[in-house]
């Protein structure tokens, strides 16, 4: 970059920097002084309109008061009042008050628009509008908030009330304002007496108002106030805004109210909903941007709000600017002309000796500066001829050095390469071979552990295990696996599984090679389980008893041939099996069979048919036939969970309605809900029935269990016990719950709700008897057709329980 731009930059950033720093000053520093020198303005004039308001609503409150002094009125007053239900009577008292206040009283006062004279309740029993006779103002009070009758009726001698503007469309367009003062009596003795009677004046005075809050008009003293200082501004306004947020007096934009504008701006919501007052800047009514102050009479339910545009108050502020903007322009340019022309001479002298030294760099010894001046540039040209001169000189002598040295140079070179070349070779070697010996023996290392690691899993696994290639021979075996073949590991290795053993079906039936699980994995490459249900055996040579085997059979990955096999030895599961079969035998028979006779015959005994029983036979009798009961209903559990465990429970699916099932168990449990006297809510998912797929006898056996768990433990008289049932999003299955408002669950034994025989102590307390086995059968069932079961519960408020079953789409 030449000298001559550099300095022509420098001068033009210098006068940027200080335009900008002047432009922000102003913008910042003197704005926010204009901001609050204008809001503090505002504030004063907001602070005068206030008193200027607060004197006008007094001066109304006098002339209410004012008019109750008027004795014809109130003798008027109270004969209307006194006349009660006399209707000719009253009529007439309540023409004759109208006319008076129409012709002595309102000609004097042009605001009033209308004057009704309510009783003690509130009613209209004079107006000078008649149709009016009757309203209900106390009403009016309550529903719209018009007027402070509840006050006034109760009020003392010379209190008055005010209810500043509102908008009552079926009187009058414009806003009114509501004075009520009480009718005081003088007795003989001068003293003041209240009456059941106020007198309720409707003023519509809202242009006197806005000349108040203009400073046209100065209640205290006639002198001006707001106008004078706001007399300056073009968009400057004074108006009230009610608790409807609409303006009830006219502004500088709003010339009629009966417009209704609505005001809903931050001063108004501050007021009205935080009762608070505000100075600052926010968007008016047109979506200006103003200054504003406002004042807030929550109370009344009005805000007084005093504001200007924001671009008014910021004109001579933005003037400024652009003048500055203007002049610091100026600036520049003449600076910058100034700058180039000053130093346009000298610049060009130092240009020739740029262009000389570029001429000598390129190997131009012979180039010469022409010097024209005798300063500081001619004497640096007259030094730099004489350097040019000096450095040809020398160079001369270092050609010849140069040549000798260059010869002696590049044999060396070629001898210092060559060693290099040699020595990088053998360090590059020496680290090859050490970096192969170390992964070498990190990798020996690494295979011992993983040996090691391996061997210690399959020896520690307590089923079988073996692997064998697609020729079926053993590669792998753990010790398990050789104690149940009778064999050792070592004498099992590389023998073909085909020829150690043999594989039975039901004890009695070889099965062939060909059908054995392992060649259906060789050939579809998926797992297969084997379980006891398929009743397979396997015996070898060296142990001939079979041996019944659950086992599963899984093919190798990563493209290696073979299976690998995992079996375990199920004579116990099959001993576990037909012990629960007994019990389940001996239950029904050696249990139930006596239990059966016990019920029959204590029923005899306490219906009377062999002869009747005294008192205290009948409780022993009837302790008998209870206790009976509930050991059946016991063995009746047992059983139940003893057949879902064993597998011997019989199912039949069925298409089932749940809506229409539900119904049909709570019919049967109506009594015991109604004994119990709760409330039973049941609620169905829209979009028409859900169908579930299951055994009737088993789904009704989990819903009943659940239902009286909820009855029993459910509050008397306000029990509430709800049933619901929905789809789950994936639409996979049905969700079922039943929910009580009882004692619930104590957090304590949550875990053990699903156990056998487990009853929690607030339940023992409330309910003694219980046996502990009905969520322990509800489990095993909703688990036999693969859905889930859990709960909700707080102790104190009640339990939610919920199982799924599996959704198909019919």
């Known amino acids: 970059m030449k000298l001559r731009t550099k300095t022509a930059l420098f001068f033009g950033i210098f006068f940027l920097i200080i335009t900008i720093v002047t432009v922000v000053y102003v913008e910042y520093v003197v704005g926010d002084t204009f901001k609050k020198q204008t809001i503090n303005d505002f504030r004063i004039i907001a602070e005068q309109t206030e008193s200027a308001y607060v004197v006008f609503m007094e001066n109304m409150k006098t002339r209410g008061l004012d ?361 590059a070697s020496k680290k090859a071979t050490i970096n192969l010996l170390e992964e070498s023996w990190r990798i020996g290392e690494k295979l011992k552990v993983e040996s090691n690691k391996l061997q210690t899993i399959i020896a520690s696994i307590g089923d079988g295990l073996l692997l064998i290639d697609d020729s079926y021979s053993i590669v792998l075996v753990n010790t398990a696996a050789a104690s149940m073949f009778g064999m050792t590991r070592e004498e099992l290795f590389k023998k073909d599984l085909r020829t150690v053993a043999t594989l039975w079906k039901k004890r009695n039936e070889i099965v062939p090679v060909a059908q054995w699980p392992i060649e259906e994995v060789f050939l579809t490459k998926k797992i297969i389980e084997v379980t006891t249900d398929d009743e397979l055996s396997i015996s070898t040579e060296k142990h001939p008893e079979k041996l019944p085997i659950a086992f599963s059979v899984a093919p190798l990955g990563s493209g290696i041939h073979g299976v690998v096999i995992v079996f375990r030895d199920v004579t116990t599961d099959q001993e576990l099996n037909e012990a629960k079969s007994g019990f389940i035998s001996v239950a029904s028979h050696q249990l139930r069979t006596p239990l059966t006779s016990i019920r029959w015959y204590s029923e005899m005994l306490l219906s009377g048919d062999v002869g009747s029983l005294n008192e205290a036979q009948k409780d022993f009798m009837t302790e008998v036939h209870s206790g009976a009961e509930r050991l059946y209903q016991t063995v009746d559990l047992l059983l139940g969970i003893s057949r879902v465990e064993s597998g011997k429970i019989k199912t039949e699916k069925q298409p089932i309605d749940l809506s229409k099932f539900t119904v049909e168990i709570t019919k049967e449990l109506a009594s015991q809900i109604d004994e119990k006297g709760c409330a039973l809510s049941i609620s169905s998912p829209a979009g028409g029935p859900v169908v579930v797929s299951l055994d009737q006898l088993t789904l009704r056996q989990v819903i009943l269990n659940l239902f009286s768990n909820a009855i029993r433990y459910t509050n008397a008289k306000d029990g509430i016990i709800e049933v619901a049932w929905r789809k789950n999003e994936a639409g996979s299955e049905v969700i079922y719950s039943v929910r009580d408002n009882g004692i619930g669950i104590p957090v304590a034994v949550r875990e053990r709700v699903f156990s056998k025989f487990f009853r929690a102590e607030n339940a023992r307390a409330t309910v003694p008897d219980g046996s502990g086995l009905g969520l322990a059968l509800v489990k095993e069932l909703v688990e036999s057709w693969g859905g889930r079961v859990w709960f909700e519960s707080e102790e104190g408020k009640g339990s939610a329980f919920f199982f799924t079953v599996p959704f198909v789409v019919q």
């Not at 002309?337 to 262009?355: C, E, G, N, W």
């Open 67 to 427: 008019w109750t002094s008027d004795n014809t009125l109130r003798n008027m007053a109270k004969a209307t009042a006194d006349s009660g239900k006399r209707a000719r009577r009253s009529a007439r008292y309540a023409k004759e008050f109208a006319d008076y206040v129409r012709e002595k009283k309102m000609p004097f006062d042009k605001t009033v628009f209308l004057v009704d004279l309510l009783d003690g309740n509130g009613t209209v029993i004079a107006s000078t509008r008649s149709k009016r006779i009757g309203v209900d103002e106390k009403k009016e009070e309550v529903l719209h908030n018009a007027h402070y009758f509840s006050k006034t009726i109760v009020s003392k001698f010379g209190e008055a009330f005010v209810k500043s503007v509102v908008f009552e469309e079926d009187e009058a367009p414009e806003p009114m304002f509501h004075v009520s003062v009480r009718i005081f009596t003088v007795d003989k003795d001068g003293k003041f007496q209240p009456t059941d009677t106020v007198l309720l004046m409707h003023f519509i005075n809202t242009e006197k108002l806005a000349g108040v809050l203009n400073g046209e008009i100065n209640p205290q003293a006639g002198r001006q106030t707001g106008r004078a200082l706001l007399s300056s501004y073009k968009t400057s306004e004074i108006y009230l805004v009610n608790n409807a947020r609409l303006m009830v007096t006219p502004s500088r934009y709003v010339q009629n109210i009966a417009e209704y504008k609505k005001v809903d701006t931050l001063p108004v919501s501050e007021c009205l909903e935080n009762g608070n007052e505000i100075s600052e800047e926010y968007d008016n009514y047109q979506g200006a941007r103003v200054l504003g102050v406002s004042m807030c009479f929550k109370g009344d339910g009005l805000v007084l709000i005093v504001e200007i545009q924001k671009d008014e108050v910021y004109k001579p502020l933005y003037a400024l600017i652009r003048l500055t903007v203007a002049g610091g322009v100026t600036v520049l340019v003449l600076g910058i002309l100034v700058a180039v022309l000053f130093v346009r001479r000298p610049l060009a002298y130092i240009s020739d000796i740029v262009a000389t030294a570029k001429r000598v760099a390129d190997g131009d010894l012979n180039a010469r500066v022409n010097v024209q001046t005798k300063d500081e540039i001619g004497f640096l040209a007259s030094m730099f001829n004489t350097m040019i001169g000096s450095v040809h000189s020398v160079q001369k002598d270092l050609e010849a050095s140069k040549r000798e040295v260059e010869g002696k140079t590049l044999m060396l070179e070629k001898d210092i390469a060559e060693h290099e070349k040699q020595e990088k070779f053998l360090e």
